[in-house]
């Protein structure tokens, strides 16, 4: 098992504790909801809606796993629909840039 197998592995195995619901919607799919950690980055812009700091990118693990998670991505063209900040009342929906890692036990996706 890979060192990122075993960061999975004990990220998954806390989901209850660190997961957030998460909408996963794959082109022409039904959108799914699923479990993610969501690391969200550092401020760097203001939103113009509500003069808010919003993080450029968020990066995403999920299940690598068709009933979990998802069993593929396709950058640019899959999308998420979460909250962007924790506290905001509506979800944002970002796109799939990037695979950062991928194992069998998940995927570390960047959104933005």
Do not use: C
Not at 84 to 92: Q, V
């Amino acid at each position: 098992m890979s060192a990122f197998s075993q960061d999975v592995a004990a990220i998954l195995g806390v989901l209850g504790d660190f997961a957030e619901q998460v909408t996963y919607n794959v082109a022409g799919q039904t959108p799914r909801v699923i479990s993610a950690v969501v690391i969200r980055g550092l401020p760097d812009r203001i939103h113009e809606a509500n003069r808010g700091l919003v993080p450029s990118k968020l990066t995403m693990t999920i299940a690598n796993d068709p009933v979990l998670g998802v069993a593929s991505v396709d950058t640019g063209v899959d999308t998420v629909t979460l909250f962007r900040r924790l506290g905001d009342a509506t979800p944002s929906t970002l796109r799939v840039v990037e695979v950062s890692q991928q194992d069998t036990a998940a995927w570390e996706l960047f959104l933005e």
